[in-house]
């Protein structure tokens, strides 16, 4: 099966130019292609992680991927999928981002004897002088269908500035860079960013006379449309210190079960074969489709001791054990009991196991809070500074969030 085909039947594929085409070039050819990522934080998240799957398997396949980050982009935001506009960020702030994704990708794609490229649009949106600029590429760009893309349509309501207006051509303007420097010929990306791609496959029509391709994958969502990545803590990152390895697999363990076997085929290398099996599970036992999911996840960006350290501390929790050594665990201050004792919602608050003691109280009346295996009855019930005595407490959120709390 070509790598065309294999993205097709995992479901990752939404939309192409020239599906033909496209077709052809995965399948028998070796292309350069590009993908881009805007540094708006210091950690990628699983919304990255399905752009890295993709140019995984082309990478495999034969293909260059080119990893672009934003260093010029970034400067400006994308408004794509916004109702507001982004927080502007600075140089440094960029740079900083910008090294904690090279040194993330480089653990997932192989850069190693021209394997894989990095580069950063920095290197030509910085300088660019705006009146060539606009001569050079806004010539090319209709206002009007500019504004009629999805893209800008949610910012319309709002407010759209001018500021922001740029991003499509700096973007477009990226992929007529990247084909001049290295013969990149196609840019890849979620389905979110097709009105940005057309751009630039126009753009290259336009101005050079070259056919050049683009593709979206389709986005990380449930059955439902929602947006996966998302925690009450929120969003899931791929940084350890950002989001464990523990809760990175515990988010992947409780996905829905409509939910899982596309996630398989999406977020794992395991054969669609062995999927289709696996699919054939119902009830209960889908459960166990849910640990091979959460599994190969967290093994293919933690490792596979780190996987296999989550997957046994959940095993134990669930089982009605404790996994002390790999369980999540906060300290918090021992200033907190001044008087031998603190209020419950104080420690939990405290811990970060709940956001507000409103939030707390609520959670307390509905049965759902617990400390070391007894709910929580009265919100106003405080915690011996003894409760320590062992070392720690073991708090529970409802039915998934289990917490070591310390004193330091």
């Known amino acids: 099966m070509g790598v065309f085909d294999e993205l097709k039947a995992r479901g990752l594929i939404a939309q192409m130019t020239n599906e033909e085409k496209i077709r052809e070039l995965l399948n028998h050819g070796k292309i350069k292609f590009y993908i881009g990522f805007d540094p708006t934080a210091d950690s990628l998240h699983v919304g990255h992680f399905v752009q890295i799957m993709v140019m995984t398997h082309m ?31 600075t140089k440094e702030t960029i740079d900083h981002n910008i090294s904690c994704f090279q040194k993330q990708m480089s653990r997932l794609i192989d850069f190693s004897q021209g394997k894989a490229i990095m580069a950063n649009n920095g290197d030509w949106l910085l300088n660019l002088n705006y009146i060539d600029f606009i001569r050079e590429v806004g010539v090319h760009f209709s206002v009007n269908r500019m504004l009629a893309a999805e893209c800008y349509k949610q910012r319309l309501e709002r407010g759209l500035s001018f500021f922001e207006l740029n991003y499509m051509l700096m973007q477009s303007y ?3 860079e990247l084909n001049k420097r290295y013969d990149c010929v196609m840019e890849l990306g979620g389905d979110d960013q097709w009105s940005n791609i057309i751009g630039g496959v126009e753009l290259l029509r336009r101005k050079e006379g070259k056919e ?11 059955s439902e449309g929602k947006k996966m990545g998302k925690t ?40 669609l074969e062995e999927i289709e099996e696996l699919a054939k599970l119902e009830g209960s036992e889908l459960n166990r489709a849910k640990e091979i999911l959460a599994f190969e996840v967290t093994k293919l960006i933690h490792g596979e001791q780190e996987a296999q350290k989550a997957q046994d501390a959940a095993r134990a929790l669930f089982s009605g054990g404790v996994d002390n050594e790999n369980m999540p665990t906060v300290e918090i201050s021992g200033a907190l009991f001044a008087d031998g004792e603190a209020g419950v919602l104080d420690v939990l608050q405290a811990a970060k196991l709940i956001p507000s003691k409103r939030e707390g109280r609520g959670l307390v009346q509905q049965g ?18 003894a409760a320590f005595e062992k070392g720690y ?16």
Request: charged share 30%.
């Open 59 to 89: 990478q495999k396949a034969g293909h260059v991927p080119i990893a672009l980050f934003g260093g010029g982009t970034g400067m400006v935001g994308d408004p794509s999928g916004k109702t507001d506009m982004r927080k502007m960020l």
């Open 174 to 176: 990226d992929f007529l």
């Open 212 to 222: 050049v391709y683009g593709m979206t994958f389709t986005l990380l969502t449930t």
């Open 232 to 271: 009450e803590k929120g969003a899931v990152w791929l940084d350890p210190e950002k989001t464990s390895p523990f809760d990175f697999y515990q988010y992947w363990r409780n996905v829905d079960d409509a939910d899982v076997i596309r996630c398989m085929k999406i977020l794992t290398f395991l054969p």
């Open 368 to 385: 759902g809070i617990s400390i070391d295996d007894r709910k929580v009855e009265d919100p106003s019930e405080r915690i011996s500074i």
């Open 393 to 408: 407490i073991m708090a529970k959120k409802g039915k998934k969030v289990h917490l070591k709390i310390k004193l330091n």
